[in-house]
């Protein structure tokens, strides 16, 4: 039962209602990019020096072998705009998935297949990831073929992923959405400064200073 004498329960005011709301905003973006912000500044950093931790060094395997009879890459001559039978080039019945995955398990290899190209002398596959390649070149008249794998360190890695290099759509996705968390982190911390009257004008001062020395830093050291 409500107490009839009790004073009426004063009204939010919009004033604090958007406070509350720049306050809740920015604790919580910030915590939702904590970890995606931390990883492309350390990833910056790595990125910019890359002979500090060892990102620029490689292992490189070589390995060989032969296509097995089931994959047997079958040569068909085309006559298409051809004139004569010496001018006309040779094509090769190939089932890339069978022969990319085929590959993939012989040899353990990573990544995702980001070219096959076939001409009339040979055939390249390769193999693409962060911090990863391997190329296979395929002699289709002898269904053989050699490897060459290429693998680097935890850094190069970390260092791809910042760029979005060989890391697929989906990661590009999460590039994106970390760029689009961070704006809104910047913007809420800025939107909530205009409701810490004693640091207003300090932190707007501050945040031109920060406007200025990047756009000075531009024009005096960028060729």
Known sequence: ???????????????????????????????????????FAVTG?????????????????????KLPSELAIVASQTDAKAEDAESAGSLFQVDKLEIA???????????????????????????????????????????QYTLTETTTGVISVLNDLHKGRDSGLQWSWVIDVSAVVTILMSVSGFGLL????????????????????LVVAWALWVP
């Open 101 to 143: 995955e085929w590959l993939r398990s012989e040899h353990g290899l990573k990544g995702r297949v980001r070219e096959f190209e076939i001409n009339e002398y040979d055939i390249m596959v390769v193999f693409k990831g962060p911090g990863y390649s391997a190329d296979i070149f395929i002699d289709p008249t002898a269904n």
């Open 45 to 65: 950093i790595t990125l910019n020096h890359p002979t500090w931790f060892g990102a620029s060094e490689q292992s490189v395997r070589d390995a060989s072998g």
């Open 194 to 213: 205009f409701y810490l009257k004693k640091r207003r004008n300090k932190g707007l001062l501050t945040a031109l200073a920060g406007t200025i020395l």
């Open 1 to 39: 039962m409500s107490n009839p004498t009790a004073p009426p329960r004063r009204k939010r005011s919009w004033y604090a209602t958007s406070a509350a709301l720049f306050r809740w905003l920015h604790i919580y973006i910030s915590m939702l990019g904590f970890t995606m912000l931390i990883f």
